[in-house]
């Protein structure tokens, strides 16, 4: 995971050195945006299913206490061996403390955004503990020693000769080679002696019902299961708002996820995992890591409805335009910009920034998050909070004072207007952050409201 | 009928002919409209850069130059928005509830109170609609491609009681132009590639004006067109329905 002092605006202003590249990582994945929009206007009841799933969500979140312990106490009855913890250290903790007792030092793992968020993979390394990501966008980010840039797509930014490329310098493959089904194949023998030969298995959770004591892991590859199915031990980590209360729930959650996702009706794989199989045994970790805190604040609470789908990522013009590894945190996107500050409000200042406020994220997700008020809420409370840059601070202050005052706004507009007439360098230079790109518009010679009084006060 | 006229301070700067206009298609439909002549700015431009609480000056001012009118009619989706959404008075709360319910974007006030049917205007030209994220997705003047619902726009078919206007179907019918108030400076990056990526969408249709209910919209695309040396010119919409060519 890379961590810099580099804020968003810098990170994209960088990605947008390469124009090109820009475009194609823009029409990629509006692609998927336009998959996504066809697999959902065939289904007519829709929004309605959007709502019901938002509605659940809320529940959940309100009654979480009560729903996690009833998951928990299914989850013991059915065999499963349940874990809390309170926050990434100790999530990873435990993680290798299970390793270590079944002496365990080479792990798979699939599809787990947590594990991300809580940097599991370095603090294994650190303690000598092997782990191979098994699903190939992931893989491919490792290899590169790389953090995944999309939460469903994680290697997105990467073109398939680049991909090409590290196979023959990670894996052998003759060089020149970008065929994507001989590198997919690659991959797969690669991973194939990994499955055979580890014996634990790490996988993320969808969904965990607190009914049934089960969760269900969503994935296309079906690495998850191979992982599973093959190693001794199975450790399923999971944030506490992945709950839902009843099986039944499933029908709506599992029609949205993958169709706001990726376009397809539903994931290839929906593995329901009950009880651990003779022999194996079955481990749950559930993390908290700030969420209970976001569930304190009123305004930001629902964000931990999401379901990571990622439809917001990718009807974002500027999660297109900048890249997922702009937004410096593991989960990127405008969702990531409004969970981030929650972490912490210093390093993810810049995130709720990262935004026009265009609407589009609010509009595709699955289960009604109002991200983009969230956007806004959270750029009033990081201000109050004295995370705000100086010399923002002083032009904000500066206008408030100016549009205040009808007097002072009109002679600062005809000040403004007079220097742009007669001193046009004044203003198109390279210190307008406007200019750069974009023509300042003609000055006009006379307001609207200095019209007005000329041509309209006097007949009055 | 009695309307307040609330004229964006960049528009009252920088294209007062938006302002002219707006006025003069309001008075041509039977309207009598009053411009508050002390009106400043909403206070957006802070609110949205997180200092929402040095507005109030520019609330109160607001709710001084328009509690006692029937109606506020703006030519901006974004600040008639604002206004709506975050307008507010400790002084007088309940003449700031007033106004944040009387506000109107100029189409919505056109389509859903004067209920405009038919329009004298005329300009022959290829238009296309770019549609402000704030009209849209805020105040709901036209439906939106992310969400499975039925079609309609109210800038749009007013345009279409235009005699000449030819509308233009862009590709991507509601994505952001980048403008985003402070953000195009402070994400200048981004910003100026969402803009040329916006206006390349229009002229790869053929339009020859690009129109809006927001002016905002407008100039960041204006900047770019003009940067390019485009031939391709922005219009406001108060602009087309006003026209007379």
Redesign the interface.
């Not at chain 1, 709720?352 to 589009?360: D, E, N, R, V």
């Not at chain 1, 006379?446 to 009084?453: D, L």
């Given at each position: 995971m890379e961590h810099n002092n580099k804020d968003?605006?810098t990170l994209?202003?960088a990605?947008?050195v390469d124009?090109a590249r820009?475009?194609w990582h823009?029409e990629t994945l509006?692609f998927v945006r336009q998959k996504r929009?066809k697999a959902?206007?065939i289904?007519?009841e829709?929004?309605a299913l959007r709502e019901t799933a938002s509605q659940i969500k809320n529940n959940v979140l309100s009654n979480l206490h009560d729903y996690l312990l009833q998951f928990e106490k299914n989850a013991q009855q059915n065999g499963i061996t349940v874990h809390w913890a309170a926050d990434d250290k100790e999530h990873n903790q435990i993680v290798h403390s299970i390793l270590q007792q079944n002496n365990i030092n080479r792990i798979v793992k699939s599809k787990s955004m947590l594990t991300e968020e809580c940097h599991l993979n370095n603090y294994l390394k650190s303690v000598g503990v092997d782990v191979v990501d098994t699903d190939l966008g992931e893989r491919i980010v490792q290899l590169a020693d790389e953090a995944p840039s999309h939460i469903v797509l994680p290697c997105i930014h990467w073109k398939k000769e680049e991909i090409g490329e590290l196979f023959h310098q990670y894996l052998g493959t003759p060089k020149g080679n970008a065929d994507p089904q001989f590198l997919t194949g690659a991959a797969r023998e690669h991973l194939r002696e990994k499955f055979l030969t580890r014996r634990a298995a790490i996988t993320g959770v969808n969904f965990a019902v607190a009914e049934t004591g089960e969760f269900v892991v969503c994935t296309n590859e079906g690495n998850a299961d191979m992982g599973a199915h093959l190693a001794d031990v199975h450790i399923a980590c999971m944030g506490i708002e992945k709950i839902i209360p009843l099986q039944k729930h499933l029908g709506v959650f599992l029609r949205l996820l993958t169709r706001s996702a990726t376009g397809q009706p539903i994931t290839t794989y929906s593995s329901h995992f009950l009880q651990p199989r003779k022999g194996q045994t079955l481990h749950i970790v559930i993390v908290d890591n700030g969420r209970s805190r976001q569930l304190g604040r009123e305004d930001f609470r629902n964000s931990l409805k999401c379901i990571r789908c990622a439809a917001c990522f990718n009807?974002c013009?500027?999660y297109r335009?900048?890249g997922g590894h702009s937004y410096h945190t593991a989960i990127a996107g405008p969702i990531g910009s409004i969970l981030a500050p929650n972490l912490d409000m210093k390093d993810y200042a810049d995130l709720?920034?990262?935004?026009?406020?265009?609407?589009?994220c609010?509009?595709?997700c699955p289960v009604k998050i109002d991200i983009h008020q969230q956007l806004?809420k959270w750029?009033?409370v990081?201000?109050?909070d004295g995370y705000?840059p100086t010399a923002?601070?002083i032009a904000?202050?500066g206008?408030?004072?100016?549009?205040?005052?009808?007097g002072i706004?009109r002679f600062a507009?005809k000040m403004?207007?007079w220097v742009i007439k007669h001193f046009p360098f004044m203003v198109n230079n390279k210190l307008n952050?406007?200019y750069?790109?974009?023509?300042?518009?003609a000055?006009?010679k006379?307001?609207?409201?200095?019209?007005?009084?000329k041509n309209?006060?006097k007949k009055g | 009928m009695k309307a307040g006229l609330f004229i964006p301070c960049y528009v009252d700067q920088f294209y007062p002919q938006v302002a002219i206009a707006t006025l003069q298609l309001l008075e041509k439909l039977g309207v009598e409209v009053v411009y508050p002549p002390n009106q400043t700015c909403c206070g957006q431009p802070m609110a949205n850069s997180g200092f929402e609480h040095l507005t109030k000056g520019c609330d109160e001012l607001f709710v001084k130059n328009f509690a006692n009118l029937d109606y506020i009619v703006c030519p901006s989706g974004s600040c008639t928005l604002h206004i709506k959404e975050h307008l507010h008075d400790e002084h007088d709360e309940a003449a700031a509830t007033g106004i944040r319910k009387r506000v109107y974007e100029l189409t919505e006030f056109l389509v859903d109170v004067l209920k405009v049917e038919k329009l004298d205007a005329s300009f022959p030209h290829k238009v296309s609609m770019h549609q402000s994220c704030h009209g849209q997705r805020g105040l709901k003047i036209s439906q939106m491609s992310e969400l499975v619902a039925a079609p309609f726009s109210k800038p749009g078919k007013l345009l279409q009681m235009v005699k000449g206007v030819e509308l233009v179907q862009l590709s991507r019918p509601d994505e952001c132009c980048g403008f985003g108030g402070t953000f195009c400076v402070f994400e200048e990056a981004v910003s100026a590639k969402m803009g040329k990526d916006r206006v390349a969408d229009h002229i790869d249709h053929g339009t020859e004006f690009i129109t809006a209910a927001d002016m905002s919209c407008l100039m960041h695309m204006e900047g770019i067109l003009k940067r390019q040396k485009s031939k391709v010119e922005v219009k406001h919409i108060a602009e087309i329905l006003n026209s007379q060519l």
């Open positions: 968003h605006a994209a202003a990605f947008n124009e820009v475009d823009d509006w929009d959902v206007h289904v007519p829709w929004e009807t013009p500027v335009r900048s709720p920034f990262a935004s026009t406020l265009c609407g589009s609010s509009n595709v806004y750029r009033q990081l201000v109050k705000a923002k601070k904000m202050q206008m408030a004072s100016t549009l205040a005052s009808p706004y507009g403004g207007r952050a406007w750069k790109h974009r023509d300042m518009p000055p006009p006379e307001s609207f409201g200095e019209w007005y009084k309209r006060e | -």
